[in-house]
Every structure is written in C-alpha cells, then in structure tokens.
C-alpha cells in the first residue's frame, strides 16, 4: 500500500507562496523560464495584477502590495508596486487583456518536465 503521507501532490499554501513569488519575478524581470503548468497557473494572476495596475486606486494598490513580494524593480528607487503602477500598467491602457504570452521550449534535461517561457506582449 502506498504512503499516504508522501509529497506527490502539493497543498494549496505551497503553491499560494510559488504563485506569488513568480508573479513578483515576472513583472521584475518582464520574463522567466518555468514548468507549463505553472505558466499557466500564474498567467490569470499576473493579468489580475496588470488590471489593478490601470485602475490605480488606493484600494487597488493595497490589494497588489498584500500580494505581490516587496522587492526592488529595475528602475532606481522604486519597488515592485510602484513599478507596475507607475510604469508597466500604463503600457497596457488601451488593451483589454491578454498582457501575457506563453512560449513553449525544449523539454527539461533532468527530468523532462515541459517548460515555457511567460512574458509580457
């Protein structure tokens, strides 16, 4: 009989903390590399954060900030927040979603898991 007790399948607070921290890593770095699966899991997210991101409101932000990582971005003096407030959502005005692309790439060496690149359009 088979160990109930194993980690084959993942409880729902690990994948909350993977979620946020990749949604935080995509809107730093506008890019990363991961698992297709969890490509897919943290696309409907991140296209959450870019909608709070256009309505700039203070409830608007205090919703990101309970969310997303308080990293520093790639603009000088700003952190995660202020950077998609202030600069990416801005971007995406005009659009009604779909602020995100998934690409798929060459299958995992070590355990050939299939991977994907999620990145902004």
Known sequence: MANPKQVFRRNHEWWNHVERNLVTDLIVHGEIKTTLERAKRIRSKVEKMITL?????????????????????????????????????????????????????????????????????
């Open 53 to 121: 991101g256009k309505l700039n409101t203070l409830a608007s932000r205090r919703q990101a900030i309970k969310y997303l990582r308080n990293v520093p971005s790639k603009v000088a003096n700003k952190d995660v927040v202020q950077y998609l407030f202030d600069i990416l959502a801005p971007k995406y005005k005009t659009r009604n979603g779909g602020y995100t692309r998934i690409t798929k790439i060459a299958n995992a060496q070590g355990n050939n898991a299939k991977m994907a690149i999620i990145s902004f359009v």
